[in-house]
């Protein structure tokens, strides 16, 4: 199972909207509404951010939104904060396995 | 609290095995899929096996036949053997839960065991 596609790397100002892209297959992220994202920063826990495309857990910062069309995911952070800089991954459902994760995305915040 | 707490990890050389462990608090574990997710020093999170409530397994093509994923539900814990340890297996490893009828997320996360493979 190829592991699905996000950017290296995204940067943004604080205040700043930044969005990653998360590019998968019509058998995955195409196929069903089973997309998530976590952050990760480094040394500690990853953290879910969404799921099921869209929505948020308790306690995750509306600033967080989630997306999906076709066979590409986005995870939008609105007014960009300095504790949001950390690694990304998205992940999604498969016709042949559970979970597959993205490479991860490494957001810097300027 | 949900709380997972890994342990197991350590060196090893390759081709030898070693049994991860995973003892989970705070929720009432046989209700509940598991994961266990790897990240190889400087690269991704890589989802490594998971479990049903029902004992269900499932692996990726990289450890298929070499780790074996288990739960011992009276003990409130998951465990993960792997044998025929390469280089590459050398990650830390997190146990994650995924909630009720959701196999394809994790919403609760461990801190990692370290495991190294190497001579």
């Known amino acids: 199972q190829s592991a699905l596609t996000q950017p290296a790397s995204v940067s943004g100002s604080p205040g700043q909207s930044i969005t990653i892209s998360c590019t998968g297959t019509?058998?995955?992220?195409?196929?069903?509404?089973?997309v998530s994202w976590y952050q990760h920063h480094p040394g500690k826990a990853p953290k879910l951010m969404i799921y099921e495309v869209s929505n948020r857990p308790s306690g995750v910062s509306n600033r967080f939104s989630g997306s999906k069309s076709g066979n590409t995911a986005s995870l939008t952070i609105s007014g960009l904060q300095a504790e949001d800089e950390a690694d990304y991954y998205c992940t999604s459902y498969t016709s042949s396995s559970p979970v597959v994760f993205g490479g991860g995305t490494k957001l810097t915040v300027l | 609290e949900v709380q997972l707490v890994e342990s197991g990890g350590g060196l090893v050389q390759p081709g030898g095995s070693l049994r991860l462990s995973c003892a989970a608090s705070?929720?009432?574990?046989?209700?509940?899929?598991m994961h266990w997710v790897r990240q190889v020093p400087g690269k991704g999170l890589e989802w490594v096996s998971a479990i049903g409530t029902t004992g269900d397994t499932y692996y990726p093509g990289s450890v298929k036949g070499r780790f074996t994923i288990s739960r011992e539900d009276p003990k409130n814990s998951l465990y993960l053997q792997m044998n025929s340890l390469r280089a590459g297996d050398t990650a830390v490893y997190y146990c994650a839960r995924a909630p009720k009828y959701s196999i394809h997320y994790c919403d609760f996360w461990g801190q990692g065991t370290l495991v190294t493979v190497s001579s």
């Open positions: 019509s058998s995955d992220v195409g196929a069903y509404d089973y």
């Open positions: 705070g929720f009432t574990f046989s209700n509940y899929d």
